[in-house]
């Protein structure tokens, strides 16, 4: 019947769209440290292009490994890490600069360079990637004002509050134009009228087309969102809800195995 | 690479040298290619001693008496035939003695009392290299007609042993200087490393690539090595110009090197070895502290 085979082809076309789609794909990834201490324990994930992802769990569940697998500051014991295409676990130290050009990360406590303004930390990033300087300042003021602050872009980091100087470290992070942007607990350090601030401008970036990924703690922000959530636990992933909430509660959400 | 990239490094490369150095340890950069340059310095005038030297050194072969011109014309072609022999030169005895009286000056009365010329003929050999005169020599007095040699039995293999002995000696030392000023220098970026060890984190969060973060630290290396060098260059210059003046008013026979473009071609060469220090010091150390 070509009537079947037509199907099975179109079946088969959506299978490799679908794969292709994945920005990140993680098989069998296991990292355990020197030290014995399990980051990562056999995690089998993808993560679809434009999706935003809530990593949730307890401290030492495997958060930040996850994270820092994505940009290749740690190296898997063992599985494979795709990119965006690329296989993060077998490229040349060479093409990790560029990998993190692609993959951003923000943090808890900003990594804000104090002897720098903001408009200076965020021309950082441009400079030191070797940017065109013709397009730096306005790419700068772009990113600035993207984040509310182009008014306080001569303003030190130690002159601005926590909520300001994770915006900066946010402009610093997209002022690049990433694919993915990482936040390790970005609002980890700050009070929940601003955290819901930051968070309004991840989901802005994230309508732009990036991205994002972001571990945290905060339980009230991941219940009010209903974004996908992935939780690990022992290294394990050990829920990943298209729509969840920051506990499993009973009859909610699909168990996956270890 | 961007210009404004260039500019980056050296721009970056010139404020931490100049926010990390110290005195201590500019000056024992300087100092270290101090005692290098004068090394060299004393080298360089051995060296020119010897070479005047060696072009003096001549064996002489003192010929029997009583040979026929055909028989003194044999010999000729024989110590012509040696193995290492430039230059023959016949000194007939009476040439010999107007020599000998020239050398005697004032005391040539004393030849007058001798009387007769005491002098036989003799060839004049010169070597083509002074390190294998003792072996010709020794090869020319085996011919028969030949009385016997001279050829400053002696000094000139003490002369070469010690023209060695300060070389090797000197290039010990010269080691230890080079080690000395890569490791300043090394240390001094050490301590650059340390005090931006935040920006080079982030530098690499946003993915500044390896030779981007590890060039201002190149820089910084060479900066150091050249104003070091230049220091000692410029105190090198001046006191070697003060010592020649001293040596050749107390000892004018001995023959130091007076014109200026070998010891200025000295300090060139120390400047570039402070650059070429300082970079292989900033590449090694950085390279040592920044783990990627």
């Known amino acids: 019947m070509p009537r079947a085979i037509e199907v099975y082809q179109v079946n088969s076309i959506f299978q490799e769209l679908r794969e292709v789609m994945m920005l990140i794909r993680l098989y069998s990834v296991s990292k355990v440290y020197p030290n014995g201490a399990v980051g990562l324990l056999n995690v089998d994930t993808y993560i679809r292009q434009g999706e935003f992802v809530f990593l949730v769990g307890p401290s030492g569940a495997g958060k930040t490994t996850f994270m820092n697998l994505l940009t290749r500051q740690v190296l898997p014991t063992q599985g494979q890490v795709i990119v965006d295409g690329r296989n993060v676990v077998r490229m040349r130290p060479s093409e990790v600069p560029y990998l993190r050009r692609a993959v951003r990360m923000i943090f808890q406590d900003y990594k804000l360079l104090p002897n720098k303004t903001a408009y200076e930390n965020v021309a950082f990033a441009l400079r030191v990637t070797e940017a065109n300087p013709r397009q730096v300042r306005t790419r700068v003021m772009e990113s600035l004002e993207l984040v509310g602050l182009a008014c306080k872009a001569r303003a030190y980091p130690g002159e601005l509050s926590g909520g300001e100087q994770q915006r900066v470290s946010i402009a610093r992070a997209i002022v690049g134009d990433p694919t993915i942007l990482l936040a390790d607990e970005p609002t980890g350090n700050l009070d929940l009228d601003t955290s819901w601030g930051i968070m309004e401008l991840l989901l802005r970036i994230n309508k732009r087309g990036t991205t994002v990924i972001m571990a945290t703690h905060n339980r009230s922000i991941v219940n009010g969102m209903m974004r996908r959530v992935i939780e690990l636990d022992g290294g394990k992933i050990v829920r990943d809800d298209e729509r969840g909430a920051y506990r499993r509660e009973a009859g909610h959400g699909m168990v996956l195995p270890g | ?292």
Not at chain 2, 38 to 48: D, F, P, T
Not at chain 2, 75 to 87: C, L
């Open chain 2, 1 to 292: 690479m961007r210009l404004a990239t260039v500019w980056y490094f050296l721009a970056e490369g010139w404020r931490s040298a100049r926010r990390n150095v110290s005195l201590i340890s500019l000056g024992t950069i300087a100092a270290s290619l101090f005692v290098l340059g004068a090394l060299a310095l004393i080298l360089m005038n051995l060296n020119h001693v010897s070479q005047l030297l060696q072009a003096r050194i001549e064996i002489r072969a003192f010929l029997e008496d009583g040979l026929l011109p055909e028989g003194v014309a044999a010999i000729r072609a024989q110590i012509q035939a040696t193995d290492g022999v430039a230059q023959v030169t016949f000194v007939s005895k009476d040439e010999g003695l107007r020599r000998l009286r020239g050398q005697l000056g004032e005391h040539a009365g004393i030849l007058d009392v001798v009387g007769e010329n005491p002098l036989p003929d003799a060839f004049d050999v010169r070597v083509e290299d002074a390190d294998r005169t003792a072996q010709v020599a020794a090869r020319i007095s085996r011919i028969p007609g030949v009385l016997g040699v001279n050829y400053g039995q002696g000094f000139t293999e003490k002369l070469l042993a010690t023209m060695r002995l300060v070389g090797v000696a000197g290039a010990v030392v010269a080691a230890l200087f080079v080690a000395a000023v890569v490791f300043i220098v090394g240390n001094t970026i050490r301590l650059t490393v340390i005090s931006r060890a935040r920006e080079i984190e982030v530098m690499k969060l946003v993915g500044a690539t390896d030779w981007f973060i590890r060039w201002p630290f190149l820089v910084e290396g060479m900066v150091l090595g050249l104003v070091g060098a230049a220091i000692s260059g410029l105190l090198l210059f001046a006191g070697y110009n003060l010592a020649v003046r001293y040596i050749t008013g107390l000892a004018p026979f001995i023959p130091v090197i007076t014109a200026p473009e070998p010891v200025a071609a000295l300090c060139v060469a120390l400047l570039l070895m402070g650059v070429l220090m300082g970079a292989v010091a900033g590449g090694v150390f950085v390279k040592r502290y920044l783990r990627v």
